[in-house]
């Protein structure tokens, strides 16, 4: 069973425990004898059951299980040691166990409430919340049961709810040692890359577009979505202006993949003011990384993407030979982009296909009809890429896989989510069945640039509640903060850094590092194998442990977000920054 | 009190058939996607939440009898449940985020558990009924409205 679906079956487990108990409890209270005992065994047997899955959790990382062995441990401990024995002794009056199943009951619900709305790291101020919560629960049990214990245990339970009250509280509410990112944009570093050899214009505005036979309101670049292909060679001196129309929520770019100097990386708000209605921006960069990029808003940038502000950037190394296409795919109001696509090519022809996912989710992409190569990942070159017949490819959101082939005489196509996109021709080929590629073990693998690192980071993805801001809300965390909370990175130039990405929630998390590529080490503790992946965008799937690391080369103020964008927006993005 | 008791518990009730309103908004929403249930989770985590725990204290306020109260805190524990559920849904996802079978069972018991949920709350309307009728003819004391139930 994998860790992920280990998560899901301990909550499962947890859910099933406090009803159960709850319901024992409830069913003692009004005398029904046997469904009490029934339903309180069964309760007791979840209880037990989660013994397993805790240490099948700690097993796989101390951050799956800490708070469940740290909190929920001794809380269903207690909860077990006071019900199990009116389970078994099986009183005539089954109405003096009501308190004693309620209690376990209130226990196992306030550890579930710990894992579901706070999870990791433990803190005290949520254990002693959980413990007040339980304490008050029964005591008010107490009250309306009738059965009220003697008067001492009676005001020890009233001064323990009221402690735990008071310091969990407390303890909950006091700020963090999570400053802020100077959220000011002053890189004077605006560097001086020459004389531009390409000059772009993208003006962004509201407009109406085709979309799957319908027309569609949208935000575009130049009135069309995608924005405008640009195209460069390596050595090119890029100068894109960005001018705003009429979209309100402003606009930038970022130039997703491409390692840009700080002042050009299109962050609001980081590394420059969003561009209002009716003023403009241009970023100026050489073009020195050959490869398959995209850009798109970073302003808004959930809606803005969502709504079509996006487009494509490929830098050549040379003057392209044979059949380049670009595939960005995309999900406009519904209809997915592109519209499939028919092109002819003689046999023999080299042809690249550059398949982008612009979307916030996970694309299956199948090429039938051919033997290809997955020649780059995230615009890097592959080493010793071997050719695959019949296998799919997931590409995480914001991800790029450029896949090469030689034209048969035979028509091809390419799917994406069983939906042919482009095509040489009719092809009637079932890929849903087709296994996956797992790129970390494809390739030939080259020695570690690296045999060190100077610093290391954990990021634990999960969701829990944020209370800091001037509405509560269930965030996506990052080490148990929301953005703006989370503590930023600092690191040295030159430094290597190592970052340990854990997702403990129930979703994927695509991961996306600005202004750096990072090279995958292991994943799940098992070493890359394949060629070295420099990736700027990859999926860390619900239990999973991605092991990577980067050079510290390139100063500035950087995002570090989920690209999943409601969830970045919901608070899973923080920043990196030079010290 | 009583009378509070009963509106508060309308209003949650009313929220409830709102709930169902807006998951059908959810899905008949062109083109469907995450922000269509907005009202739904909206009402969901936070409304529904706030009238179950103003019902549970208006009933501990009217003195009603314990397992009146038993039954006002039943709803919001199932509503706890219903948003697990939602999320648990989610998770059970393929590779690419296609829903799965399993997925879609979890997913019906959304519903399942969202019908019990209203049941409970229509118990809870008639007793709180029954508690602000029976307030004229005998003294407001809960011990009588406990041994009457």
């Given at each position: 069973m994998t860790t992920g679906s280990l998560l899901a079956v301990d909550l499962v487990i947890a859910v099933l425990a406090a009803a159960g108990w709850l319901g024992g409890g409830a069913a003692a209270a009004v005398g029904r004898r046997r469904v009490a005992l029934?339903?309180?065994?069964?309760?007791?047997?979840?209880?037990?059951?989660?013994?397993?899955?805790?240490?099948?959790l700690a097993r796989a990382g101390w951050w799956f299980?800490?708070?469940?062995?740290?909190?929920?441990?001794?809380?269903?401990?207690?909860?077990?040691?006071?019900?199990?024995?009116?389970?078994?002794?099986?009183?005539?009056d089954i109405r003096k166990a009501a308190a004693g199943l309620l209690f376990a009951g209130y226990a196992q619900t306030s550890a579930l409430l710990v894992t579901v709305l706070h999870g990791y790291p433990v803190s005290a101020g949520a254990a002693l919340l959980a413990v007040a919560g339980v304490a008050a629960a029964t005591t008010v049990t107490w009250r309306f049961l009738g059965s009220r214990p003697s008067r001492g245990v009676s005001r020890v339970a009233a001064v323990v709810t009221l402690a735990a009250l008071v310091a969990g509280t407390g303890l909950a509410a006091a700020p963090g040692d999570a400053p802020g990112v100077p959220h000011t944009h002053q890189h004077p570093d605006v560097p001086t890359?020459?004389?531009?050899?390409?000059?772009?214009?993208?003006?962004?505005?509201?407009?109406?577009?085709?979309?799957?036979?319908?027309?569609?309101?949208?935000?575009?670049?130049?009135?069309?979505?995608?924005?405008?292909?640009l195209t460069a060679t390596v050595g090119d001196i890029l100068e894109v202006t960005?001018?705003?129309?009429?979209?309100?929520?402003?606009?930038?770019?970022?130039?997703?993949?491409?390692?840009?100097?700080?002042?050009?990386?299109?962050?609001?708000?980081?590394?420059?003011?969003?561009?209002?209605?009716?003023?403009?921006?241009?970023?100026?960069?050489?073009?020195?990384?050959?490869?398959?990029?995209?850009?798109?808003?970073?302003?808004?940038?959930?809606?803005?993407?969502?709504?079509?502000?996006?487009?494509?950037?490929?830098?050549?190394?040379s003057p392209a030979a044979g059949l380049d296409v670009t595939v960005p795919v995309h999900t406009l109001a519904g209809h997915s982009l592109p519209a499939p696509a028919q092109q002819a090519a003689g046999a023999g022809t080299p042809v690249r296909l550059r398949l982008i996912n612009t979307d916030s989710t996970t694309h299956r992409y199948a090429l039938a009809g051919t033997p290809f190569q997955v020649v780059a990942i995230d615009g890097a070159d592959l080493r010793g890429p071997a050719p695959l017949t019949d296998t799919a490819v997931l590409i995480p959101a914001g991800g790029r896989y450029d896949l090469a082939f030689?034209?048969?005489?035979?028509?091809?196509?390419?799917?994406?989510?069983?939906?042919?996109?482009?095509?040489?021709?009719?092809?009637?080929?079932?890929?849903?069945?087709?296994?996956?590629?797992?790129?970390?073990?494809?390739?030939?693998?080259?020695p570690m640039p690296w045999s060190r690192h100077d610093q290391e980071f954990a990021l634990v993805l999960d969701r829990g509640l944020d209370l800091r801001g001037l509405l509560p809300r269930y965030a996506h965390t990052v080490n148990g903060a929301a953005d703006p909370d989370i503590a930023p990175q600092v690191v040295r130039r030159g430094e290597i850094i190592k970052f340990t990405i854990v997702n403990r929630s129930l979703v994927v998390h695509p991961w996306h590092?600005?202004?750096?590529?990072?090279?995958?080490?292991?994943?799940?503790?098992?070493?890359?194998?394949?060629?070295?992946?420099?990736?700027?965008?990859?999926?860390?799937?619900?239990?999973?442990?991605?092991?990577?690391?980067?050079?510290?080369?390139?100063?500035?103020?950087?995002?570090?977000?989920?690209?999943?964008?409601?969830?970045?927006?919901?608070?899973?993005?923080?920043?990196?920054?030079?010290? | 009190m009583r009378k509070a008791f009963v509106i508060v518990n309308g209003v949650l009730l009313a929220a409830f058939a709102l709930q169902f309103v807006f998951a059908a908004v959810g899905a008949f929403t062109k083109p469907a996607g995450d922000g269509s249930y907005t009202l739904h989770s909206i009402?969901?985590?936070?409304?529904?939440?706030?009238?179950?725990?103003?019902?549970?204290?208006?009933?501990?306020?009217?003195?009603?009898?314990?397992?009146?109260?038993?039954?006002?805190?039943?709803?919001?524990?199932?509503?706890?449940?219903?948003?697990?559920?939602?999320?648990?849904?989610?998770?059970?996802?393929?590779?690419?985020?296609?829903?799965?079978?399993?997925?879609?069972?979890?997913?019906?018991?959304?519903?399942?558990?969202?019908?019990?949920?209203?049941?409970?709350?229509?118990?809870?309307?008639?007793?709180?009924?029954?508690?602000?009728?029976?307030?004229?003819?005998?003294?407001?004391?809960?011990?009588?409205?406990?041994?009457?139930?």
């Open positions: 029934a339903v309180g065994a069964a309760a007791l047997a979840a209880t037990l059951a989660r013994v397993i899955t805790t240490i099948a299980a800490a708070e469940k062995v740290v909190i929920a441990a001794p809380l269903s401990l207690a909860a077990v040691l006071v019900a199990a024995p009116w389970l078994l002794r099986r009183p005539v890359v020459g004389e531009p050899t390409k000059r772009f214009t993208l003006t962004a505005g509201t407009a109406v577009v085709r979309a799957g036979g319908r027309d569609v309101a949208a935000w575009t670049f130049n009135g069309q979505v995608p924005g405008p292909q960005l001018r705003n129309r009429d979209i309100g929520r402003g606009v930038t770019l970022h130039w997703h993949g491409y390692d840009v100097p700080n002042s050009q990386d299109g962050v609001p708000g980081v590394t420059q003011a969003a561009v209002a209605p009716g003023q403009e921006f241009v970023y100026r960069f050489r073009a020195d990384q050959a490869g398959t990029y995209w850009y798109h808003t970073h302003s808004a940038s959930d809606l803005g993407v969502r709504m079509g502000l996006y487009g494509v950037l490929v830098v050549h190394p030689t034209a048969p005489a035979a028509p091809v196509a390419l799917f994406v989510d069983g939906r042919a996109v482009w095509s040489t021709g009719p092809v009637s080929t079932p890929t849903s069945g087709w296994p996956v590629l797992d790129p970390l073990s494809y390739g030939t693998p080259a590092l600005h202004g750096h590529h990072v090279l995958v080490l292991s994943r799940d503790g098992r070493p890359a194998t394949g060629s070295p992946l420099w990736m700027d965008s990859f999926d860390v799937r619900p239990g999973e442990v991605w092991e990577v690391a980067f050079r510290a080369d390139n100063p500035g103020v950087w995002a570090n977000h989920c690209h999943n964008l409601p969830h970045a927006d919901a608070g899973m993005t923080l920043h990196l920054m030079y010290a | 009402t969901g985590m936070a409304v529904i939440p706030a009238l179950s725990l103003l019902t549970i204290l208006c009933a501990v306020l009217a003195r009603a009898p314990g397992r009146v109260v038993a039954l006002t805190v039943l709803p919001l524990g199932l509503v706890l449940l219903q948003v697990l559920i939602a999320v648990l849904a989610n998770a059970f996802t393929d590779a690419s985020g296609a829903s799965t079978p399993l997925g879609l069972i979890v997913g019906g018991l959304h519903a399942v558990n969202g019908i019990i949920a209203v049941h409970v709350v229509v118990s809870v309307q008639r007793a709180a009924h029954e508690l602000a009728d029976a307030t004229g003819a005998v003294p407001d004391d809960a011990r009588v409205g406990e041994s009457a139930a």
